[in-house]
Structures are given as structure tokens and as C-alpha cells.
């Protein structure tokens, strides 16, 4: 059976490894072959991710990767945006695309996360790539655990849409 071109572009996948106290990680090597098979570049730009709310006043960030050409198209889709406020839009330029960072992992996958977004998303020694189809994220464990907690919480089960989806 013929591999479909859609099923090998997206990341997916949960894997937890660590950070080092200089901020040196690796990319799962399944992400990194997808970067540079499918999108065509081993480049890629890292960023803080959308806050998740927690209810109750609190909020919960990780940090994303996005692929190389990808974030070009991110930054022009932003650029002729309609419909967002300009208090949402000064947010978006100063969450995700102004703290942006280019970077290159080396041939066995290594990269530096900045300490400037290490603190932002609270990361320490255990951390999760987390595959999101188009991009990746990156948690540290007690945030990630928060974040799907809310996730069960929002969950649309019974829902029309859900099973639209066939969940």
C-alpha cells in the first residue's frame, strides 16, 4: 500500500526527554525526519505557544515549533488578518511572533532552547514534544499535566462535532 503524502506530513506523537542545565534538548528524530523530508528544511522557528487557560485566572504556556516556510506563511496569514482586535493582535505580535527564534538542530538532533523561553514556559529537566499535526510543542511535565487536565475538561464528548469526527 502506497504511503499518503498527508499521513507522513504531520507530527505526531508524545515523547518526553530531558533538557540539560545549559539548555540543550533533542528533537525526536521522527520530528526531525519530518522537517526535513516533508518540509524540506531542518530549520525551524521556536516560539511561546498560545497560553492554555486553566480556569480560575491561571494560564499555562509551552513553547512551538514551527517548520521553516511555515512560519513565513504564519507571519503573512498575521499580517492580513481580519477580525482580530488590535489588543489581540499587540498580544499575538508579543506572545508568538516577536520572541521568535530561528534555529538548526545538529546532525544528531540537538538544539538550544534560550533561557528567556526555558523560564517563559517553566521548563526544567523532564520535557514533551508533543506532535500537533503542523507544529510541535514542547512542555515541561507539570505543565503538560495541567494542560490535559484542562483538555479532559474541554473535551467535547456527546457533542454534535465529536461525532462528526467520528469520536
Excluded at 539548555?23 to 525526519?33: I, K, V, Y
Excluded at 520535557?127 to 510543542?137: H, L
Amino acid at each position: 500500500m502506497e504511503n499518503n503524502a498527508k499521513e507522513t506530513a504531520m507530527f505526531r506523537g508524545i515523547f518526553e526527554t530531558t533538557i540539560d542545565a545549559k539548555g540543550r534538548t533533542s528533537l525526536p528524530a521522527r520530528f526531525r525526519e519530518i522537517l526535513i523530508g516533508t518540509h524540506g528544511d531542518e530549520r525551524f522557528f521556536l516560539t511561546n505557544s498560545v497560553p492554555v487557560d486553566l480556569g480560575n485566572g491561571l494560564y499555562s504556556s509551552g513553547l512551538l515549533i514551527f517548520p521553516y516556510k511555515e512560519w513565513f506563511d504564519f507571519e503573512e496569514k498575521f499580517r492580513v488578518s481580519k477580525g482580530l482586535t488590535s489588543d489581540q493582535r499587540k498580544s499575538i505580535m508579543r506572545t508568538i511572533i516577536s520572541p521568535a527564534q530561528e534555529c538548526c538542530a545538529d546532525k544528531l538532533g540537538r538544539f538550544l532552547i534560550p533561557p528567556t523561553f526555558r523560564k517563559s514556559a517553566g521548563l526544567d529537566r523532564e520535557i514533551q514534544f508533543v506532535g500537533t499535526m503542523d507544529k510541535v510543542e514542547i512542555w515541561s511535565m507539570s505543565e503538560w499535566d495541567k494542560v490535559r487536565a484542562q483538555d479532559v475538561k474541554n473535551f467535547p464528548s456527546g457533542t454534535e462535532a465529536a461525532a462528526e469526527l467520528g469520536l
